[in-house]
């Protein structure tokens, strides 16, 4: 193409747009009861029937597998995707934390 073809140049001349079906209202509604979770099931199953040290010790142990990966390592892309999750672990644990001191906060208020 030369450059006077590309002035004129529009994607639109080369790829026709797709057309998908909107979603209908019916289709966006999932049928449920009154009782159901809001989104957080399986944090709210660990609350439920995990202990806070539990929860730590199994967190642990993935930082410390997750360092020795680091540690074994030899990509520098592979150095940072251990170190990455090293720190998205310890800010789940931060928050397993946090969850565990509110629950434990809203018991005793309720009593």
Do not use: C, W
Not at 5 to 10: G, Q, V, Y
Not at 18 to 42: C, E, H, L, W
Not at 46 to 62: C, F, Q, R, V, W
């Amino acid at each position: 193409m030369s450059d006077k073809d590309l002035e004129s140049f529009k994607i639109g001349d080369n790829h026709q747009a797709g057309i998908t079906s909107p979603v209908s209202a019916k289709s966006a509604q999932q049928p449920g009861d009154g009782n159901a979770s809001i989104g957080f099931q399986r944090i709210e199953k660990i609350l439920e029937n995990e202990t806070p040290d539990s929860i730590g010790a199994k967190l642990s142990h993935l930082i410390t597998e997750l360092e020795s990966f680091e540690n074994r390592a030899e990509t520098n892309k592979d150095k940072l995707a251990a170190k990455k999750a090293v720190g998205a672990i310890e800010r789940v644990a931060d928050l397993m934390s946090y969850l565990f001191e509110t629950k434990s906060h809203l018991e005793t208020n309720s009593e």
